[in-house]
């Protein structure tokens, strides 16, 4: 089959592979008919995140049909299902918390040492995101093998198109979760840095929630613009300083809830990224971790930080101090997926979320290499690409 496979920083490939089989009797095989390059794929393509292999399989946001079954899978062939991001067994002692990016059975064996040493416990499987996550071969290929196919993926309906549910296997339920842990009450100001696909998500679900108001970062127009449209107020990181800009328009209190959707690559002109960048540049640190430093100095005293972006490591310039003398929160984590699947399917199909708004961009799988390329270039106007294996190569 065909498949998009990492090589190192700047390198992916559409590569001929072999077939996923049927390994587990829990397995199922995915047909994939839609699959979407995430931003925490650009953390693997610009190389920062640890224990890849060149030749995997990347992709961790799909959906499709299944057209093979393992004996104790509960699917059925010809079923159109989205597939969670995270790998999780349902049995285990955090799976029957809902926590199922906490899994204890998602990682073979094998590979839980490194996260085991790095994390102190092993964490869930992750599809195509590097051997400490389970080595897991990704979606971004013609065929996927599913682990656990009775426990996370979800059957979609007859005639609801890709586009409006494939998000829900990540930055849907992602921007959700961001919401849910910033514990939003009625008439809050919620603060959201990052105006990409999980910023935007956590956008709308904050109003959902009962946000009076939200106040969305990024630096750029064509993606803040998206987030005006869901009726945030914005800031602009490079024309307008972003803590005084918080205090000006929150009475000089800061946000309620601060949610934290960039993650380890901030951009900015910042003293501690500049420093952080030059960490990463020496190999002396890999995050840049500029954006959950500027939430925890910002939030108002008692206030709530909420993390959906990922970091991978260690860092320092912490504010603890900040973050004990305010009394603040913090939660955060990848996210229990398979805990929000059925809610916000039912909410897509009452159109009380909207989904489709986010694609800017779709191409068939032979151009996965072109579309990691533009996400990468062109954040302002590529906002999501989705990948169609069956679509017809774009004339030249
Ligand atoms: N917790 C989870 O399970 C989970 C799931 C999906 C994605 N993520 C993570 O969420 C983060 C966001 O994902 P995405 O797909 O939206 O990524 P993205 O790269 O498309 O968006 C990040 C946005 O942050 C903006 N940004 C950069 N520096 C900033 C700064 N200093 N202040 C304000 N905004 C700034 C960028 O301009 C960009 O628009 C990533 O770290 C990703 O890995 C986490
Ligand atoms: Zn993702
Ligand atoms: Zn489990």
Redesign the pocket.
Known sequence: MRALTWHGKHDVRVESVDDPEILNPRDTIIRVTSTAI???D??LYDGFIPTMMKGDVLGHEFMGEVVETGPRSTLKKGERVVVPFTIACGACYHCGKHQYSACDNGLPADNQDIAQELYGQPMSGLFGYSHMTGGYSGGQAEYVRVPFSDVGPIVIPEGVEDDKVLFLS??LP?GWMAAENAAIEKGDTVAV???????LFAVQSAFLMGAERVIA????PH?LALAKKFGAETIN?EESK?YEALMEMTGGIGPDACID????E???FFVDNVIDQIKGSTFLGTDRA??IRQAIIACRKGGRVSM???YGGFIDKFPLGAFMEKGLTLRT???HVQHYMPALLNAILEDKIDTTFLISHRLPLEQAAEGYRMFHDD?NEVTKVVLKPGLELAAE
């Open positions: 995430c931003g925490s650009l953390h990540d930055i992602t840095w990052g105006c990409g696909p999980v910023g970062i990024d630096h750029f993606r990181f972003t959707a960039v993650g380890l901030a951009h900015g500029h954006s959906p972006a990922v984590g990848q996210t954040q």
